[in-house]
């Protein structure tokens, strides 16, 4: 539980450590309201923003960082509500 934890960096890492911190079953992180990380490394971790285990870790999340061009991402929106 990381309860304090209110930024994430996760764009250089393995995409196991996105799953770690975003996978309730793993940890919980009720502050995190900025996430930086690769897009298609979020993608494949939240199953393509259907998987429930890592919904309540991203729904208090207001920033939302990639560092690639995107085409076409609205769907994740409704999984980040708060952005």
């Given at each position: ?9 996760v764009s250089?890492g ?6 770690q911190f ?5 940890a919980?992180?009720?502050c995190?309201t ?7 490394n979020?993608?494949i ?12 870790n ?7 960082i990639?560092f690639?061009?995107?085409?076409n991402?609205?769907?994740?929106y409704h999984?980040?509500?708060s952005?």
């Open positions: 539980e990381y309860p304090h934890l209110t930024s994430l960096d250089h393995h995409q196991d450590y996105l799953e975003l996978n309730e079953t793993k919980y992180v009720p995190l900025e996430l930086k990380a690769l897009y298609p979020l993608k971790v939240t199953n393509n923003f259907t998987r429930e285990e890592t919904r309540r991203c729904a208090k999340v207001k920033q939302l990639f690639e061009q995107l085409d991402v609205q769907d994740y999984y980040f509500p952005l």
